[in-house]
């Protein structure tokens, strides 16, 4: 089941009662069979916008175009679209059948064909032996299923998906997610979810729209997105831990921060003076298992916290907290942001290192460094300088631009 359900955003905004911009103006191509994430904090704009999509929602400026045609002003019945909710939706005295077949009765699909594509959707979804059951005595995980089944029989051209996800418990999710690459991958139709949590955005998306403030800041692959972010706020928001940021100089080709010195990346041209310096977790690496080559740090582990085969070591710096606004807007919106070692004059910083390594609270360690992987970002501006890796050589959309090339 697949048909050409392309969708483009022309210049699309929305502004509330007294002049409330709510979405700035997004421009925005998902192609033809694409998985495309809306992601970002609380009040970003991506469920408003994906509601101009379905129709619900009246577009103030712009146009929406749906398979080749411009249905902007059309009303929700009237464009080939399925949406699946948070709350699932559903007709609770109704059987799994009757809730999956409800929408083709009402718009006259013949009986066999019902029948068909029930069937077909049930066999995809594990719902075959549910089908004579009321969705209300039913459980959380089973419910969303028969939500996403409904969407599935109707064929569209495209399914919007608001949080369908966010109901369920952690175990169920990691199984949902699979499910739903699963079916897009044999359905090949054009779905875009909306969803607050960056991992269900990086697991799930062939590219991902990161929103703050009803402005598009990037668009790109779950990998550019954590290897070349385009701004202080996605590189903040992206990644689990998250990015650790400091103020750092570039001078006589060297990058100092802190008490800290260390030789810039050969591949990447940087301008001297201050930027602030991006290392993520995962460039940091226990100096026993490390190349000798790699430069060396050493801290003072305050805080090690044991995940499975990791370790998260917290550790401070002798330099203050970077406190942008597009920090404190990406901080407010995660759930595992730095703060534990709250201090107003030395950063805290994390490194992600193997947990069979010994590290103790307290005793001296010796961090390598990967830093072909540090990020570099203007002070005043929060923009990208000299892109990670020499990444977003594909296609991406920053602050409403498409780029197809390293900074």
């Known amino acids: 089941m697949s048909k050409h359900g392309g969708i483009s955003l022309q210049g699309v905004a929305k502004i509330y009662g007294d002049n409330v911009l709510a979405v700035n103006h997004v421009d925005l191509e998902i192609n033809d069979g694409e998985f495309m994430v809306f992601v970002g904090p609380s009040g970003c704009g991506k469920t408003t916008l994906l509601r101009m999509i379905a129709g619900l929602e009246e577009v103030t400026e712009g146009s929406i175009i749906l ?67 009321r969705t209300a005595a039913m459980s959380g995980g089973q419910r969303q299923r028969v939500a996403i089944g409904r969407a599935v029989v109707r064929e569209p051209a495209a399914f919007l998906m608001d949080e369908p996800l966010s109901n369920l418990d952690a175990k169920l999710r990691v199984s949902m997610r699979a499910s739903l690459s699963r079916l897009h991958e044999r359905l090949a139709v054009t779905t875009v979810f909306v969803t607050h949590d960056q991992v269900e955005a990086m697991t799930l998306g062939q590219r991902v729209v990161v929103l703050r403030d009803g402005s598009i800041q990037q668009v790109d692959t779950p990998q550019n997105l954590f290897t070349a972010p385009a701004n202080l706020f996605v590189a903040s928001f992206i990644g689990s831990p998250a990015m650790n940021l400091v103020e750092a100089t570039i001078d006589d080709g060297k990058i100092r921060f802190a008490q800290f010195e260390l030789d810039p990346p050969a591949s990447r041209t940087l301008p001297r003076g201050s930027v602030l310096l991006g290392i993520r ?127």
């Open 281 to 407: 977790p995962t460039d940091f690496e226990h100096a026993a298992t490390a190349d000798q080559s790699r430069p060396r740090i050493r801290v003072t582990p305050e805080i090690v916290q044991e995940v499975g085969a990791e370790s998260h070591v917290f550790f401070r710096i002798d330099a203050p907290p970077v406190t942008a606004d597009a920090i404190r807007a990406a901080a407010d919106a995660a759930s595992d942001a730095h703060g534990i070692l709250a201090d107003a004059d030395r950063a805290e910083f994390v490194a992600q290192v193997d947990s069979r390594l010994p590290v103790a609270v307290g005793q001296e360690l010796e961090l390598a460094v990967h830093t072909e992987g540090l990020h570099f970002f203007d002070v005043a501006t929060g923009e990208a300088i000299g892109r990670a890796y020499g990444e977003a050589k594909t296609a991406s959309l920053v602050g409403g631009q498409i780029s197809t090339s390293a900074d």
């Open 67 to 133: 398979a080749g045609e411009d249905v902007t002003r059309a009303r929700p019945q009237d464009r080939d679209i399925a949406m699946v909710f948070q709350n699932y939706a559903l007709y609770p005295h109704m059987t799994v059948e009757e809730n999956l077949s409800f929408g083709l009765r009402l718009r006259k699909v013949p009986k066999e064909e019902r029948q068909r594509r029930v069937l077909e959707a049930a066999k995809m979804l594990g719902l075959e032996d549910l089908l004579g059951r």
